[in-house]
């Protein structure tokens, strides 16, 4: 049975939690971003593909800072849906058939272990890019090696369950401005 979304159900979750990362320190890292980003990759056109659903607040607030030509798409590919563990990889949208020859830059919200960034990049070589460069608006300290590493990186957080600028944690609170982590 679907359930309702419920308003008073997502503020009491919305009240446990803690700032991790403020609103102005978000929108200074994807400034940042943009300038990094512009100076490595100003003379290639390559296509840019936003990771579907998490990456579209990033994505809509880097592209305008970008400054050289481009062509977008998306790609979607979740290991998590509504859950706070991820399972296997599920490809809702596949890549586009001109990924072949380009160099592909991808725009995730966040590297945390790293497994559907990998897929994703895995999968876009099988497609035959020339080139995949990774930008996510934040990536985890985990204890751990990743199968995977970003180019270019907002943040640096805490391994902690986040939320916000994209992100959800349970379907709640991807509109926020900042970015928030489930109290511990």
């Known amino acids: 049975m679907n359930r309702l979304p419920d308003p008073a159900r997502a503020w009491a979750f919305l009240d446990q939690s803690d700032l991790v990362v403020a609103a102005p320190e978000v929108d200074a890292a994807i400034v940042r971003l943009g300038g990094e980003m512009t100076r490595a990759l100003g003379d290639t056109y390559p296509l840019v593909l936003t990771v579907m659903g998490g990456a579209v607040v990033f994505a809509g607030r880097l592209l305008p800072l970008l400054r050289f030509p481009l062509d977008l798409d998306y790609v979607h590919a979740t290991r998590y849906g509504a859950a706070t563990q991820g399972g296997g990889i599920e490809w809702r949208v ?50 751990t090696a990743k199968p995977i590493s970003a180019d270019f990186v907002g943040l640096r957080i805490p391994d902690r369950f986040v939320f916000g600028y994209g992100m959800d944690a349970k379907g709640f609170w991807r509109n926020l401005p900042e970015i928030r982590a489930l109290k511990e």
């Open 94 to 143: 596949a890549p586009p058939a001109q990924v072949a020859g380009r160099t592909v830059v991808v725009l995730d919200d966040i590297l945390d272990g790293g497994l559907t960034l990998r897929a994703i990049r895995d999968r876009l070589l099988e497609c035959g890019a020339k080139a995949v460069r990774v930008a996510v608006l934040v990536e985890k300290i985990l204890p």
